[in-house]
């Protein structure tokens, strides 16, 4: 029987994003269907991700390209029309109050046009100020990558702009009883698109993109596009039964974690800006290289997994390198290291610090700063082509006028700032030098948690907690090469369903259950979480009532 596993990654926060909900009609019948378990975020009626008697599902973020931004060419002689086809239309418009503490409303006028509403009136890097020294607003125009009229502004099309039924799409999952009832649901699902897993107590498994993604008459949405004819408009959405979808696939197994879904022949643009795959491709080698038959506690050891393939890459061709005698006790944690980002890691620590001044050395001295590589799985795809050509010319430092820097260079400067950068926020003793102290997650609440009062704040936030993984990893903790080392965004909640015995399926999700800053619940899950443990997902009546500590009951 399938086990089906989902771990969405969302910015880190506090509380949790989700919460967990067993919710049944007492009894089951037409007027009153639902009978699933699963989690839900805060006020929405139903189950989001989660299992029924019959099926399970899961969600990961598909990624598609749905916002284009439309040049507006501005009539000249009055200010409140743009052009379409030819002639001057009426820009729609329309007043919104905004309220502020402690003092007066502040209301706006919006302005939209067949495209969508006119942002470059308040977004910053394209508002025109009237300065021509404001040096944000001169470099969009340079960007553009267009002529611009003289007169223009920028309007925003987004799918997500244009009302749709996410509750129906949820509630239909939530009563679905099989494969087609389930895809019937996700046909209403429209923003934002998601890679839907399916499993059910049939023995099937299945995949469904759902979702509105727009078909471009011209122009692949990555530039800012005339709006002032037909010609890049949209002509409708990709339809539902040519979106990509699969049930049962000879190879016994479905792995989505944000890279490529269609064949590169696929008649439909989705996007061009896929994850590179590094986590999906780790995910088949563990399913494919399985030691025995896959079980729960193989799943748990898959969403734990930490393989740094960045790692794979360039320890071998470190370990190569001549480095500064004082560094050798630091490449030595390197020489038996399984390129596992674990939370008690050394190895970890020294590799991870390497990388992030590796990747700073090698692009920040040519790119501008809004261009600085930031990791991920873009920047491992990157270097790891570069890593092939020691002359390629990124690895000259400009700086260095005189000298032009090879792959070698690089990596011996970067390991030596590495190493100092370690020693100047652990001390030498390099017992110390912990990944999960490094990359610790810090859960900040969303709002008296940023106060910027540390008392109020010491109340309601959590953290530091160390963490293990890392970008374009399994256990997927984001941290930003230009920010630090702390995560910054994780697996909001781990959840594996056993349908072999529905009672048998496991879950964690980040912080607790609870939004009370004061509740023993707010935060007891945390480091369940962080070393990857779970608590049973119970589903049968007799086991939650023995497993509860409480019962609430309102009546009339």
Known sequence: MPLLANDPHLGIQMPSIWYQVDLRCMPVNADCPFEVAGFSFAGVPGVIIGHNAKIAWGFTNTGPDVMDLYIEKVN?????QYEVNGEWVDFITRTESISVVGGEAVEITVRSTRHGPVISEAYGPLKDSGDPKDTEFEAFKDRAGVELPEQYVIALAWTALTPSTPFEAIWGFDKAQNWEEFRAAASG????AQNLLYADVEGNIGYQMPGDVPIR???DGTLPVPGWTDEYSWTGFIPFEEQPYTVNPAEGYIVTANKQVPPNDYPYLITQDWDYGFR??????????APA?????YIQQMHGDSFDANAETFVPILLDVELASDLNPALDTLKSWDFQDRIDSTSAAVFNAFWRNLLQNTFNDELPERYW?????????????MAKNPNDPFWDNKSTADVTETMDDMLKASFAEGVAELQEMFGKDMSK???????????????????GVSLIESLFNRGPIPTGGGDAIVNATGWSVNDGYETNWLPSMRMIVDFSNLNNSWTVHTTGQSGHAFSEHYDDMAPLWANVKYYPMWWEQDSVQKDSEGHLQLVP
């Open 76 to 80: 000249p002689k009055n200010p409140n």
């Open 189 to 192: 699902f429209h923003v934002p």
């Open 217 to 219: 008459s011209k122009g």
């Open 280 to 289: 999906a491709d780790r995910i088949v080698s563990m399913i494919e290289n």
């Open 293 to 297: 038959k896959i079980d729960i506690a």
């Open 373 to 385: 590589a930031d990791g991920g799985s873009r920047w491992n795809e990157v270097m790891r082509t």
């Open 433 to 451: 030098w912990v990944w999960g102290d490094m990359h610790a997650a810090t859960f900040r609440n969303s709002t008296l948690g940023e106060s």
